[in-house]
């Protein structure tokens, strides 16, 4: 009896999961509507009263959403004051929802890989996992990986999307 062969595992394939990147740390909402008069304006005397007396203690070493989920005009300096208390405590701080805040921290980690690594070699970008990953990670990765590498592939090792090959 001949003996299993794992070829997948012969064939030099590296399997990129975006998942690895996910943040894992607690995601925090900074929602203005707490801050606005009647739910309706903004008071910036108000404001900074409120910002000063604030526990911003929930705020430290977490990734922070900075938003505003009433219908209500709020001005560009808002957020800025905001950030300005949140960004010396918190470990990311996004204009946005949680969504928003989880792709940027996906595509900054992305940004941040070191693409010597995957010089001329094959790689396939894991797809379908346990979480959903927004779609920009994906092209962020193909656009990091693209110009060092052998072939990029989308999928399983054991059934992949060729996406792009290097020309020889």
Sequence with gaps: MEPIINKVAESGIISFNLEDLYPKEEIK??????FLFMGLILR???YRAAL???DWQPYTDKNVAI?????AIIPVWAYMLAVTYLQPIAKEVVMGDAQKLIE???INRIQQINTSEYADTRVVVKGCG?????E????AITNK???VVKSIMYGEPCSTVPLYKKKI
Aim: proline share 6%; with cysteine; glycine share 0%.
């Design 136 to 139: 920009s990670a994906y092209v």
């Design 130 to 134: 346990e979480v959903h990953i927004p």
């Design 145 to 147: 990986l693209r110009p």
């Design 44 to 46: 910036e005397k108000d």
């Design 29 to 34: 909402v900074f929602d203005l509507k707490d």
């Design 104 to 106: 940027t921290v996906l």
């Design 52 to 54: 000063l007396q604030l």
């Design 67 to 71: 938003t505003c989920t009433a219908d």
